[in-house]
């Protein structure tokens, strides 16, 4: 599409939206005159669903009026609550209903995957994550090493982008797995860079590695309700995602994890048990003898807080009525839009450092200001501006297809240049 750089345009893009109403279905923050702040932060924490409420006080309901027997006889049950959300997420994250559940938080995940996937050998005993991967992802992988006897300066393999780049080219990334391969025991990459907004090319990666005897994980952060993704067909080995930003869950909301359809019967996988990974049929006759659920719900470990699935429950309803191919679309739609115009209206102080191309890229742009990029943030944040500020000089904003319209991009960047 031909953009045009006048509000006029923007308020015509509104108009002709087809998703334009599930704004509606979210509460905006408000200024201080009480006016919609344009709120560009949801690859932080996305905006609450409005039927969250109604959805979290049916359970504070239920447990006030039936207590322990709410988890069997509440409107929704408590004991299998979190299969309520099983295919809304398979269809999410493109998997089977058995590859998916929603579990602890994510950097636990990552660890309780890391136990059954990252399995090194003297000959085999590499890490590779993107150099500039979100600080936890590089705490979770040097730990795993270190638990496993080595030495993270030798066995975590960084892959940077070339001299003067700021994102990593796929065809050097797809070179290295091909070249040092046979020591990797874990490609372990985010599918969208938290700083960058670089979102990685998960199937090509994922051939690559297992060409290479690889076992490949994920973190999708960044990506969950993001972007489209395929997870059972890319053959991904292992995939963890929080659900507090771009699935709506809330502060602090219970993560998401997936495993391959063929790694879920294979009893010589290593993993921590616990009882609610235990076979359903038999986990209340207290037995001591441990038989896995065959799906991927045999890596729970406790049964799951009833709140929070209720809240992210909410959220996936209104992913599941509004797709992602339309939100995807409109997705590429938003920062399209807001590159045409930073690009108009560029005064020299701005560069987007976020690929151009709409295959690698999410909902999100990082701009990096050359000159005084706090101040400039601050005085975004005062002038009705909720977006996020990460060192040394990167404002990033995520216009959301589900809450955020063309005219929110029209006026946060008259006010960026203002």
Same mark, same amino acid.
């Given at each position: 599409?031909?953009?045009?750089?006048?509000?006029?345009?923007?308020?015509?893009?509104?108009?002709?939206?087809?998703?334009?109403?599930?704004?509606?279905?979210?509460?905006?923050?408000?200024?201080?005159?009480?006016?919609?702040? =344009?709120?560009?932060?949801?690859?932080?924490?996305?905006?609450?669903?409005?039927?969250?409420?109604?959805?979290?006080? *049916?359970?504070?309901?239920?447990?006030?009026?039936?207590?322990?027997?709410?988890?069997?006889?509440? @409107?929704? %049950?408590?004991?299998?609550?979190?299969?309520?959300?099983?295919?809304?997420?398979?269809?999410?994250?493109?998997?089977?209903?058995?590859?998916?559940?929603?579990?602890?938080?994510?950097?636990?995940?990552?660890?309780?995957?890391?136990?059954?996937?990252?399995?090194?050998?003297?000959?085999?005993?590499?890490?590779?994550?993107?150099?500039?991967?979100? %600080?936890?992802?590089?705490?979770?992988?040097?730990?795993?090493?270190?638990?496993?006897?080595?030495?993270? +300066?030798?066995?975590?393999?960084?892959?940077?982008?070339?001299?003067?780049?700021?994102?990593?080219?796929?065809?050097?990334?797809?070179?290295?797995?091909?070249?040092?391969?046979?020591?990797?025991?874990?490609?372990?990459?985010?599918?969208?860079?938290?700083?960058?907004? *670089?979102?990685?090319?998960?199937?090509? =990666?994922?051939?690559?590695?297992?060409?290479?005897?690889?076992?490949?994980?994920?973190?999708?952060?960044?990506?969950?309700?993001?972007?489209?993704?395929?997870?059972?067909?890319?053959?991904?080995?292992?995939?963890?995602?929080?659900?507090? @930003?771009?699935?709506?869950?809330?502060?602090?909301?219970?993560?998401?994890?997936?495993?391959? *359809?063929?790694?879920?019967?294979?009893?010589?996988?290593?993993?921590?048990?616990?009882?609610?990974?235990?076979?359903?049929?038999?986990?209340?006759?207290?037995?001591?003898?441990?038989?896995?659920?065959?799906?991927?719900?045999?890596?729970?470990?406790?049964?799951?807080?009833?709140?929070?699935?209720?809240?992210?429950?909410?959220?996936?309803?209104?992913?599941?009525?509004?797709?992602?191919?339309?939100?995807? +679309? @409109?997705?590429?739609?938003?920062?399209?839009?807001?590159?045409?115009?930073?690009?108009?209206?560029?005064?020299?102080?701005?560069?987007?450092?976020? %690929?151009?191309?709409?295959?690698?890229?999410?909902?999100?742009?990082?701009?990096?200001?050359?000159?005084?990029?706090?101040?400039?943030?601050?005085?975004?944040?005062? +002038?009705?501006?909720?977006?996020?500020?990460?060192?040394?000089?990167?404002?990033?904003?995520?216009?959301?297809?589900?809450?955020?319209?063309?005219?929110?991009?029209?006026?946060?960047?008259?006010?960026?240049?203002?």
């Amino acid at each position: 599409m031909k953009f045009e750089n006048n509000i006029d345009f923007a308020m015509q893009l509104d108009s002709n939206d087809p998703l334009h109403s599930y704004r509606m279905k979210f509460h905006v923050p408000k200024t201080a005159e009480g006016k919609d702040v =344009i709120y560009f932060a949801g690859n932080s924490l996305g905006l609450q669903p409005k039927t969250v409420r109604a959805f979290v006080e *049916q359970e504070l309901l239920d447990w006030e009026k039936m207590g322990v027997e709410g988890h069997m006889l509440a @409107k929704y %049950p408590w004991l299998p609550y979190h299969e309520f959300l099983t295919a809304q997420t398979a269809m999410l994250v493109g998997a089977k209903p058995d590859e998916v559940v929603h579990m602890n938080s994510l950097t636990v995940n990552l660890h309780l995957m890391m136990v059954s996937f990252y399995r090194p050998t003297k000959e085999r005993n590499k890490i590779l994550i993107e150099a500039n991967a979100f %600080p936890s992802d590089h705490y979770a992988v040097q730990s795993q090493i270190k638990f496993h006897g080595y030495d993270p +300066a030798e066995c975590l393999m960084e892959m940077n982008p070339r001299d003067g780049e700021v994102t990593i080219r796929t065809e050097d990334l797809l070179d290295r797995i091909e070249k040092e391969g046979d020591s990797i025991a874990l490609v372990m990459f985010a599918g969208v860079n938290y700083y960058t907004g *670089q979102a990685f090319d998960l199937e090509k =990666i994922t051939a690559a590695a297992h060409k290479k005897g690889c076992m490949v994980g994920f973190d999708l952060a960044h990506a969950a309700g993001n972007l489209k993704l395929e997870l059972h067909k890319w053959e991904c080995d292992f995939a963890v995602w929080c659900s507090y @930003k771009y699935l709506n869950g809330g502060p602090g909301a219970i993560a998401g994890a997936f495993v391959h *359809q063929k790694h879920l019967l294979d009893m010589t996988i290593p993993k921590f048990w616990g009882w609610w990974g235990q076979d359903k049929a038999t986990r209340f006759l207290m037995g001591h003898n441990y038989q896995p659920i065959p799906t991927v719900e045999s890596w729970q470990l406790s049964n799951p807080p009833i709140l929070q699935l209720a809240a992210l429950r909410a959220s996936l309803d209104i992913f599941d009525e509004a797709g992602m191919d339309a939100l995807r +679309a @409109k997705s590429e739609m938003l920062t399209g839009f807001a590159e045409y115009l930073i690009n108009e209206n560029n005064n020299g102080n701005i560069e987007i450092i976020t %690929p151009a191309a709409a295959s690698e890229r999410g909902c999100q742009l990082s701009i990096r200001a050359k000159q005084s990029g706090k101040a400039l943030h601050s005085r975004l944040n005062d +002038a009705g501006v909720i977006c996020d500020w990460r060192e040394p000089d990167v404002i990033r904003i995520a216009p959301v297809p589900l809450y955020n319209t063309f005219e929110d991009v029209w006026n946060f960047v008259r006010l960026l240049f203002t």
